[in-house]
């Protein structure tokens, strides 16, 4: 993430930036639905797969998604629902464990902006990817 906010400061300051993506990470905001099974899940996946690292001595990571808030960017999600919206996983993989690593960040420019933002949750989209998509509307 510190290459992503790199490159978008060197963007004009009078710019719209929106930065998106899946981030494979936890944000804060959410921590009230992260419990100790969930983090025990994390460390087992952690233990087979290599490129996942949610955890810092054993305790939820935040560094990515506060690095992003520190530099002044918004979670386009947050700016419309104060409660819980998951991004992963769908119906299709009967998740036992339900999280947020996929985002929308906008920078205060672009965030006057936005209308509406929310994750698709349907039928469709249930089943054709392990993720969620993104709506968001907003005007130019």
Do not use: C
């Not at 494979?24 to 087979?48: F, G, R, V």
């Not at 386009?76 to 409660?83: E, P, T, V, Y």
């Not at 991004?87 to 509406?116: A, G």
């Amino acid at each position: 993430v510190k290459e992503v906010l790199a490159h978008a400061a060197l963007l004009p300051k009078n710019e719209k930036v929106m930065i998106m993506g899946d981030f494979n990470s936890l944000s804060e905001d959410d921590a009230s639905m992260y419990t100790e099974e969930l983090i025990s899940n994390l460390k087992e996946q952690e233990q087979k797969f290599s490129h996942i690292r949610n955890l810092n001595n054993g305790k939820i990571d935040y560094t990515v998604t506060g690095a992003m808030k520190k530099a002044g960017y918004k979670d386009a999600i947050r700016l419309f629902h104060s409660d819980f919206q998951k991004s992963v996983t769908t119906k299709k993989y009967n998740p036992k464990f339900l999280k947020r690593i996929d985002y929308l960040w906008v920078n205060p420019k672009l965030s006057k902006s936005f209308k509406s933002a929310q994750y698709i949750y349907d039928d469709v989209t249930d089943n054709i990817s392990d993720h969620y998509p993104i709506l968001v509307t907003f005007d130019l």
